[in-house]
């Protein structure tokens, strides 16, 4: 499976192209958002596979995951840039595909439809690994299980390794350059 943070390495590659269409910090945790529901999940369904519900769909991601975004990119994003700022000083951290991360668009067409792109690699990045992807919630009746094999630990380790490699790749094209 792609751990969380790995996720943001799909969106990074449309933003790398057109950065200006995009806002760098409302990609990455809308790719990153839908995952905040695992643990309460897992808690009470007492099954890690089964662990993924409305926050893993369409509408979810169009509707909370993306008000979730908004929210944390408007509010949370920009403090805690300043308290970065302050620690590591050097402004070349913040940089990534020829962008200054600290002047990301703040207007909200773009941190929304950034958000919801972003959650939308979320979900279909999920698809290979996991049985139980509830893309079409609440609408669908079983959820999309396109890969029979997709829970068993030997394809995890695998595609972990994998999303892990590009991810490696991708941060060192394009962070502080
Ligand atoms: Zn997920």
């Known amino acids: 499976m792609p751990l969380t943070p790995f996720h943001a ?12 269409a995009f806002s760098f910090w ?16 897992w808690a009470l369904v007492g099954d890690i596979h089964l662990a993924r519900g409305p926050m893993h769909s369409v509408f979810g991601v169009l509707t909370i995951n993306a008000a979730i975004t908004v929210v944390a990119v408007r ?29 990301d668009p ?35 009746t079983d959820p999309l299980a396109l890969v029979p094999f997709a829970d068993e630990l030997w394809w995890d380790a695998m595609t972990t390794v994998a999303w892990l490699l590009v991810f490696l790749v991708v941060v060192r094209a394009y962070w502080r350059r």
């Not at 390495?9 to 200006?20: K, S, T």
């Not at 509010?75 to 970065?84: D, N, Q, Y």
């Not at 913040?94 to 991360?101: K, N, S, W």
């Open 106 to 140: 703040q207007d909200f067409a773009t941190i929304y439809s950034s958000a919801a792109l972003g959650g939308l690699t979320h979900i279909i990045a999920d698809i290979p690994t996991h049985t139980n992807n509830p893309v079409w919630w609440p609408w669908q």
């Open 26 to 41: 409302s990609l990455t945790l809308g790719a990153m958002v839908s995952d905040v529901e695992v643990l309460p999940a």
């Open 75 to 103: 509010f949370l994003v920009p403090p805690a840039l300043r308290w970065f700022q302050r620690r590591w000083p050097n402004p070349g951290l913040l940089r990534f595909a020829g962008q200054d991360l600290r002047n």
């Open 9 to 20: 390495v799909v969106p990074w590659l449309p933003y790398a192209r057109w950065p200006r």
